[in-house]
């Protein structure tokens, strides 16, 4: 069984998380193995989403002890809003955790400007990476290697730039640790075409 956490929090772009919970969510109905959890750092009751969205997420972040994958969505990154990807960089906390995970072995997964915090954790340091175009020069302004391709896969480490790319990350991750042929039906069932280079180390 792979454990997937999706990691929210107020401001995160709705596609960025929901589009992966629904195609790991799918590749599991599949018989895929495959368990997907919509998690929070701190006991939250309720997360609104950058276009007002509310979830009930299922529970905390297990940072000592994380899941096999951490999924980080993005969000108001670019225009710097009091809620979403940039205003949780500067509070640190979350940063903080992710670095954690992933000492303690996670995988991280990150969709369009959630690679930003996965950056501000110091996780992309010397490392292939991308983000959403429009932050694109805030990444090279860090220690990433800016890597031009939809889905850029370093092991332990994967991101994803843009928006609708959070279906191609996940499909990536599903043909990674279950199989090609759950990933192709999952993209079938989506109704949607694989876009774009997807670079691997």
């Given at each position: 069984m792979?454990?997937?956490?999706?990691?929210?929090?107020?401001?995160?772009?709705?596609?960025d998380g929901v589009g992966p919970f629904e195609a790991f969510g799918m590749a599991a109905d599949a018989g895929a193995p495959f368990e997907t959890s919509l998690v929070t750092l701190d006991e939250r009751?309720?997360?609104?989403?950058?276009?007002?969205?509310?979830?009930?997420?299922d529970g905390r972040l297990?940072?000592?002890?994380?899941?096999?994958l951490v999924v980080v969505p993005g969000g108001g990154w670019n225009d710097?809003?009091?809620?979403?990807?940039?205003?949780?960089?500067?509070?640190?906390?979350?940063?903080?955790?992710?670095?954690?995970?992933?000492?303690?072995?996670?995988?991280?997964?990150?969709?369009?400007?959630g690679g930003m915090l996965l950056a501000r954790a110091g996780l992309l340091d010397g490392r292939p990476a991308v983000t959403h175009s429009g932050?694109?020069?805030?990444?090279?302004?860090?220690?990433?290697?800016?890597?031009?391709?939809?889905?850029?896969?370093?092991?332990?480490?994967?991101t994803a730039g843009g928006i609708t790319s959070g279906l191609d990350l996940a499909l990536h991750l599903i043909e990674r640790?279950?199989?090609?042929?759950?990933?192709?039906?999952?993209?079938?069932?989506?109704?949607?075409?694989?876009?774009?280079e997807r670079w691997t180390s």
């Open positions: 792979t454990t997937v956490a999706i990691l929210v929090y107020d401001g995160f772009d709705e596609l009751e309720r997360i609104t989403a950058s276009h007002g969205l509310r979830i009930e997420p297990a940072v000592d002890d994380p899941p096999d710097r809003r009091e809620q979403g990807a940039w205003a949780e960089a500067e509070r640190g906390a979350i940063p903080d955790a992710l670095a954690r995970a992933h000492d303690a072995g996670a995988t991280l997964a990150a969709v369009c400007t932050a694109l020069d805030d990444l090279r302004a860090t220690e990433a290697r800016v890597v031009d391709a939809r889905v850029v896969d370093d092991g332990d480490v994967v640790f279950a199989d090609r042929e759950t990933a192709e039906g999952v993209a079938e069932g989506l109704e949607y075409e694989r876009r774009g």
